[in-house]
């Protein structure tokens, strides 16, 4: 007959004991956890409220702000500024268009050629990987410079005066090859690769519904980035493109800027053809900030918690 086994409660308590006395040591101290609660909210209202004044200037009269200055409310409200900025007909909607039609189908390239091809390169069984590595590295040291580059896109690509100017040259980025490549092989185990080959999974069932799903966050990571940076980017259009229908969102508002700095320099030159005292200035410039940094401010909360899952996952052994 088996006699059951009790356990020694002395050590269930030790260990217990040992357990709560590391986690009081880890733990933060009441008076310590309220000091850094009302530091980095400090810190983060900090952070707003730059964003909230350029809003706030972007909706004061020019008048009042050359007056007044930057102010937490307005003294006079205007959307002088706005109403500029979105008065040359359709030319700023259609900058919009152009800018959110390439930056989507630029970041969905970006992420499609990047994780293609990093992911060969964090297979151990790949024997060309070092030649493909180095070849995506070189890249990141010398570059043809600014003439081969025009004549590639222009003469051979052909791609000016389109939609494909605005994104296509800057969807592949070797440096976060590196990155991905780093990402695949600590934050996907090659046993999970081995027992998908055993079931019969081919490399590209392995790569869309194995690899994939767990390499969201740097996926993520490199979609957002490459978001901005298209986004942001108006030298591929001052470069490429010549016909007004085809800019982008930054270049409109640069030309726009341009123009407006113009007529306010030969303002003496100008008495009696246009009216230079309605002309907005400084908030055309808070309004242009508005107008394109919000999508993007817009766009990162939904990317955030896939950050969060990217600084911790790997941080357990299971």
């Not at 002395?10 to 986690?23: D, G, H, V």
């Not at 009269?61 to 900025?85: D, H, I, N, R, T």
């Amino acid at each position: 007959m088996d006699i059951p086994i009790k356990p020694d409660v002395r050590l269930l308590e030790k260990a217990f004991s040992r357990k709560k006395e590391q986690r009081d040591m880890l733990a933060l101290s009441p008076a310590t956890n309220a000091v850094l609660t009302v530091l980095l909210g400090i810190l983060a209202i900090l952070t707003l409220v730059p964003i909230y004044v350029i809003v706030m200037a972007s909706v004061t009269s020019e008048a009042s702000l050359v007056a007044k200055g930057y102010q937490l409310w307005p003294s006079e409200f205007s959307g002088m500024a706005y109403k500029f900025l979105f008065s040359q007909g359709s030319i700023v909607m259609t900058a919009y268009k152009n800018t959110i039609i390439s930056t989507v189908a630029g970041t969905v390239l970006s992420v499609l050629m990047v994780g293609l091809y990093a992911y060969p390169l964090s297979r151990d069984n790949f024997k060309f990987k070092g030649f493909f590595t180095f070849y995506a590295f070189f890249t990141m040291l010398f570059g043809g410079g600014l003439v081969a580059y025009y004549m590639v896109t222009r003469q051979i690509l052909q791609i000016q005066n389109s939609l494909w100017a605005l994104f296509l040259p800057s969807v592949f980025s070797p440096f976060w090859v590196i990155v991905m490549r780093t990402f695949y092989k600590s934050n996907v185990p090659n046993e999970i690769i081995e027992s998908a080959r055993i079931d019969g999974a081919n490399e590209w069932r392995t790569l869309f519904q194995i690899v994939m799903p767990l390499a969201v966050p740097g996926l993520a990571t490199v979609a957002l980035f490459s978001a901005i940076g298209i986004w942001n980017n108006f030298f591929n259009c001052l470069l490429l493109v010549d016909e007004a229908k085809y800019y982008s969102l930054q270049f409109t508002i640069y030309t726009t800027l341009n123009n407006i700095r113009f007529l306010l320099e030969n303002a003496d030159k100008m008495q009696g053809i246009v009216n230079i005292s309605e002309l907005p200035s400084q908030t055309f410039r808070m309004a242009m900030a508005v107008v394109t940094v919000g999508p993007i401010v817009f766009a990162y909360p939904f990317f955030q918690r896939y950050f969060i899952r990217g600084l911790t996952i790997g941080a357990l052994k299971g």
